[in-house]
């Protein structure tokens, strides 16, 4: 588990094809990896990846088929620059929300203009994402916690203030860019719940206009 507060930027170094999937390195900059271990979690733009060598100065993990095809990770190259956050202990502050490091989809950069001394920007989720999305709510975009500020459709509005920007990767955003996107946890728990006896069903989707008006949601 994370808590989507950045910790430090890294440099996507080397992207090597092994046995069908990738194997990454990951240059780590400034964040302290004295007492990460062999097997540890880090999320690189809130991409949960496991510590498989420790060079001295980042780490290699190794990125599944299902990484790359449910995310923006197939995006990177060498030279990207990337949000890093070790997996939080027992004695971490919460200071963003829980994240888990399992990316939902993949959403797009579609506007960014200045508002005073922030940025604000609009991203599109895919639309199965859009009914997690709530106003005032939390998301977490590439790993970093935020606060969804308007939201239209599947799309919604952030304010990103000046530390934040100089803190990850969001100062590079434009519009059309790709980012990884992880709903609220309690979103989807919540949706599960709701579903009570009919969550052991096969293919429960989730809920649904008229799973709510069987229930009397009107």
Known sequence: ???????????IRALSPKGGDVRVYVET????????KLGDSIAVNGVC?????????????????????CSAFIDLKAGSKVNL??????????GGHLVSGHVDGV???????DNARAVQFRIRAPRELAK???????ITV??????VNGVNGA????TIVPHTLGETIMADYRPGRQVNLEVDLLARYLERLLLGDKAAEPNASGITESFLAEHGYR
């Not at 900059?29 to 990460?36: A, F, I, N, Q």
């Open 132 to 138: 997690y999305i709530a106003l005032k709510g939390s």
């Open 155 to 158: 799309e919604f509005e952030l």
């Open 107 to 113: 959403g797009e950069v579609v506007a960014r203009e």
């Open 49 to 69: 990846l496991t510590a498989v060598e420790l060079p001295g100065d980042g780490f290699w993990a190794d990125v599944s088929r299902e990484t790359l095809a």
């Open 1 to 11: 588990m994370f808590t989507g507060i950045i910790e430090a930027l890294g440099t």
């Open 85 to 94: 956050e070790k997996a939080l202990t027992p004695s971490s502050r919460l």
């Open 142 to 147: 590439d790993g970093t916690s935020l606060t």
């Open 29 to 36: 900059g400034k964040l302290d990896l004295g007492d990460v």
